[in-house]
């Protein structure tokens, strides 16, 4: 235990064995409306059983006189930093399939964020001084972490440079019929989505259904992949990793499936997980030669509906990534950031170069940034 200032002290739990017994007390901090099913012990769980790999367990307990009063869920690893320096880095456990990234802090107000966040900040820079960067990615804006984030960084002097990781499209404060949801589209979305189902509807019979069954997640599961197979999208990767983590899922909230049936045969699914009264779009799939049709927009439109009179959710998150149909579903955007923070180590002082000072020469200039890019994929591919 390592005290910090006169009120804090921080716990580093480095051990599984440590970490499998927080669980109790992780599931009573994750007081979050938003994103709990990626805040949950179960999800940090078995991301570090998949992707721990060479890294090292790095979970920071701060404790105020003797309670725990926030968790950094962080890892260690050791790496080549943009495939270039070999460096110590703390980060935040996730991965492409997290879709933010957060600290864990249970119902504490926003003072007592920024004082837990000072905290962890001073341990951090004057008594575990052994790393070169901290890398914290995928915060997203909206949460008043971000901008208590921003400040504590700023007042403890630490060198950084905040980034764009990607964007969100969601929906909010929906408290009308799924009806009014569609009244409410633009004019070409609700009317080109209208004629296509109408037009398979006269060629064929045209089923939509439901189902939150998760007895039949396997037969789901087949359904998807049957469809994905026609679809433009490559094979999943992370194959082992997805089935525990839809079974997960399926077990602690609901994961809803919307299928669409042109003459029996599945040729559209779109899923989501429903938690705290948001619907979380994870992934929707169609099969090509239905390509004319627009079978996934009509698939949207019908499984919100549903969502909204059915489930009376009051939000709709469609997740990581700019892809230009989820502006006609979900036509509100926010954005996850980061910060690179660079500790004063030799290697820490060469990266916030780079990082700040170089990097921004090579992103105003477009040849330049094509041959760093090439340097850099030439770097990761043979080192």
Not at 156 to 162: D, F, P, Q, T, V
Not at 278 to 298: H, K, M, N, R, W
Not at 307 to 312: A, K, R, Y
Request: charged share 30%; hydrophobic share 35%; with cysteine.
């Amino acid at each position: 235990m390592y005290q910090v200032g006169d009120n804090y002290s921080i716990k580093v739990i480095q051990d599984f064995g440590e970490f499998r017994k927080l669980k109790d007390m992780w599931s009573s901090l994750v007081d979050s409306r938003s994103h709990a099913p990626w805040l949950s012990w179960d999800w940090f769980n078995l991301c570090l059983k998949y992707f721990l790999e060479a890294n090292k367990l790095f979970i920071l307990l701060t404790y105020k006189a003797d309670r725990i009063v926030s968790v950094a869920p962080f890892i260690i690893r050791h790496e080549k930093f943009k495939g270039i320096i070999p460096t110590k880095k703390i980060e935040l456990i996730g991965n492409f399939h997290s879709p933010v990234r957060k600290f864990i802090y249970g119902n504490s107000n926003n003072g007592e964020k920024h004082d837990n966040l000072s905290a962890l900040f001073d341990f951090l820079q004057y008594q575990y001084k052994n790393w070169d960067v901290i890398e914290l990615d995928s915060i997203p804006e909206e949460d008043p972490t971000y901008s208590i984030l921003k400040n504590v960084i700023s007042e403890h002097g630490l060198r950084n440079k905040e980034y764009f990781c990607f964007g969100d499209w969601y929906l909010d404060g929906i408290n009308y019929s799924g009806d009014e949801y569609i009244k409410r589209l633009s004019k070409n979305t609700r009317s080109g989505t209208g004629k296509k189902k109408r037009r398979m509807e006269k060629t064929g019979n045209l089923e939509f259904q439901i189902s939150t069954d998760s007895s039949k997640l396997d037969y789901h599961l087949d359904l998807y992949q049957q469809v994905r197979k026609k679809s433009w999208k490559h094979p999943e990767k992370d194959v082992a990793f997805l089935k525990d983590y839809r079974r997960m899922i399926a077990e602690r909230e609901t994961l809803k499936f919307g299928f669409l049936f042109f003459n029996g045969t599945p040729i559209a699914i779109l899923f989501g997980i429903i938690s705290n009264k948001i619907a979380y779009l994870l992934e929707v799939v169609y099969d090509l030669g239905f390509e004319q049709f627009s079978p996934g927009e009509v698939l949207h439109g019908e499984l919100i509906k549903n969502l909204i009179n059915v489930d009376g959710v009051s939000e709709i998150d469609a997740m990581r990534g700019d892809e230009p149909y989820k502006k006609s579903w979900t036509p509100q955007r926010r954005e996850r950031k980061g910060f690179l923070i660079f500790n004063k180590t030799l290697k820490g002082r060469v990266l916030e170069y780079l990082m700040t000072r170089i990097l921004p020469i090579f992103e105003k200039n477009q040849y330049l940034l094509s041959a760093k890019n090439k340097l850099s994929g030439y770097l990761k591919k043979y080192h």
